[in-house]
């Protein structure tokens, strides 16, 4: 069964922390993506990657930084939270070339105080 | 750029209803389209896809979705809605390469007893 693990559920940090937010995907994809999802707005894609090292800037990159130094794990990174980037985070991986959906994650919720 | 339009943030059916979410979309290449449905506190699961095959599309648990070119439209179906169907549904429009889907607001369906 295919699996895209995020590794926290649900987090609180406080305004200035540095953030971290790690997914792993057992599928061997090439690409995988990072989207904020809000009521009202969907989902937004916040960067996605397409192979080891490689990054592309999605909707709303300010505020983040991404990290894929293995095929498998796709880690967003908020260098300095703040309370506008309280919402869910889901990450997502897909085959490259292909009509393929995306496979998703459970999603990390975070809140920033 | 593509984009997808879902009309009405909420639907309300009565249970053994017809259930039909709207979704429009705009796109400057042939489309790939999706539907996807969140359950409360899980990602996203795909229910069925357009990829250029038949127009009349069908999904998992008893949904489907017919494209209409003349219309851009990807409206989600089912005959007879069940109390188990009350989630979040996402319309979501994708290139060939798959690494630019784009996904509609949302609506959330409740079913009455």
């Known amino acids: 069964d295919v699996k895209v693990t995020q590794s926290s559920r649900y987090l609180v940090k406080r305004t200035g922390e540095k953030v971290f937010l790690e997914c792993v995907q057992d599928?061997?994809?090439?690409?995988m993506f990072w989207y904020r999802q809000d009521p009202g707005l969907g989902l937004r894609l916040i960067y996605f990657?397409?192979?080891?090292?490689?990054?592309e800037k999605g909707d709303i990159p300010e505020g983040y930084s991404v990290s894929r130094e293995k095929k498998e794990r796709f880690s967003l990174i908020l260098e300095s939270a703040s309370t506008n980037q309280t919402s869910m985070y889901l990450c997502?991986?897909?085959?490259?070339?292909?009509?393929?959906?995306?496979?998703f994650g459970e999603g990390s919720r975070l809140t920033v105080l | 750029a593509q984009s997808v339009t879902q009309l009405g943030s909420h639907v309300s059916v009565s249970e053994g209803a017809l259930v039909l979410l709207r979704c429009n979309y705009s796109?400057?290449?042939?489309?790939?389209l999706f539907w996807y449905v969140q359950y409360p506190n899980q990602g996203l699961q795909l229910l069925l896809k357009y990829t250029s095959a038949a127009t009349l599309v069908k999904g998992i648990n008893g949904f489907e979705a017919e494209f209409k070119k003349s219309e851009t439209s990807f409206h989600l179906t089912k005959p007879s809605a069940h109390m188990s169907d009350a989630a979040e549904y996402f319309c979501?429009?994708?290139?060939?390469?798959?690494?630019?889907?784009?996904f509609g607001a949302g609506t959330r369906l409740t079913v009455k007893p």
């Open positions: 979501a429009v994708s290139d060939y390469n798959n690494n630019d889907m784009r």
């Open positions: 599928m061997d994809h090439e690409n």
């Open positions: 997502a991986s897909s085959l490259s070339g292909a009509t393929g959906e995306l496979f």
């Open positions: 796109s400057s290449v042939p489309p790939y």
């Open positions: 990657s397409y192979d080891v090292k490689m990054k």
